[in-house]
């Protein structure tokens, strides 16, 4: 069985950086937006809208474009219902496929949930509060500046809906440390040094627990 | 500033362990049982009654013995409240005096809290129930021995007990991640490979953050 790590992450966080840092380490692949990349080849719906549902499921009570569609809110909450479950099932076949292919490092997606009979190691990034909004703001292009109590109300808003997609898919708390093996808060600590920490004790845990 | 790190941990989680792990492979002091022996130095109080009281806030609901005195618990609430402050006071005293001696490790005793402005690096250690089980049955002496049911239940009060204590004092949700830089499920690895690892970060991590 292959080796997987997941990380589910606070927005701002650093958690896709320690990914990356963990999968370059240990020279595993490395997923996060191949996620919903490879969803919407085999949906043929937009990119921009399976973010939105397979991260955020933000209800979208605005006009939306679906494949080559423009749909409206008001086709009613049935058609949603359906198309989150599509998208779900698609997004669980893609997981698991990459988890067969090889040792991996998996960003979101509820993949700690999804993969559970892979027995990942199941990491949650997050941090404080200034910290979260100075990345952002390291982060973020030029043109998208925004101020402070923008950012804060922005992290805000991000987290509380992966939250609540998090606990529609799998009924658990998301962040709450029972479902992960080590939550680890970013400002503790240089990100590469938390990697270069964790590598060598992630290599050593058996993929067969 | 001395270089200090807490440890909060579930019952049977092992973070004792860790703790005692990492204050060797760190040459750092280390602080656990020692704290309620010296509240019981200068308070009078008898041990057993102190650790009710600075771990488990049972409300105490039987007869106990305070110093060679035998109260009933129909001395009313007050006088218990009482009690409670003057032993957090000098469970602050205590705690700020270890801080202040040396590098160190405390365990338990609401001490993340009572030391934040020494910006202690705060660990929580936790486990799946099945090893907590495990590993109290392993640490119980010969006449203890009580069946799985038995132990989970007695898991179970204590860190409900400790939640509430913890909450008492502090205000905070006990195990909530926001209030610790790394929380850690003892069952992704063995105790000691999780302190080689954490043993380097840590003592990078400047006291002065």
Redesign the interface.
Same mark, same amino acid.
Do not use: H, M, Q, W
């Given at each position: 069985m292959n080796k997987i790590i997941t990380i589910g992450r606070e927005f701002g966080s650093g958690g896709r950086e320690l990914g990356k840092e963990l999968a370059e380490l240990l020279g595993f692949a490395y997923y996060d937006k191949e996620i919903v990349q490879e969803i919407a080849k085999r949906t043929q719906l937009a990119e921009e809208y399976l973010h939105a549902i397979v991260e955020n499921h933000t209800g979208i009570p605005f006009p939306i474009t679906v494949g080559r569609t423009l749909y409206h809110h008001n086709h009613g909450g049935e058609y949603l219902l359906h198309h989150y479950a599509h998208v779900y099932s698609e997004q669980a076949n893609v997981l698991r496929e990459m988890a067969e292919r090889s040792d991996c490092v998996i960003v979101g997606s509820c993949s700690d949930y999804i993969l559970k009979d892979y027995h990942p190691?199941r990491l949650?990034v /997050?941090a404080e509060e200034e910290a979260k909004v100075a990345r952002c703001r390291a982060n973020a292009d030029e043109h998208e500046q925004l101020s402070d109590k923008q950012l804060r109300r922005m992290i805000k808003k991000v987290d509380k809906n992966r939250a609540r997609h998090y606990h529609y898919h799998t009924g658990q708390i998301w962040?709450n440390?029972?479902n /992960?093996?080590?939550?680890?808060?970013t400002?503790?600590?240089p990100l590469k040094?938390?990697a270069?920490?964790?590598a060598?004790?992630l290599k050593?845990?058996k993929a067969e627990r």
């Open positions: 190691v949650f /997050y962040g440390r029972t /992960y093996d080590f939550c680890i808060n400002s503790a600590a040094e938390i270069e920490a964790l060598p004790l050593n845990i």
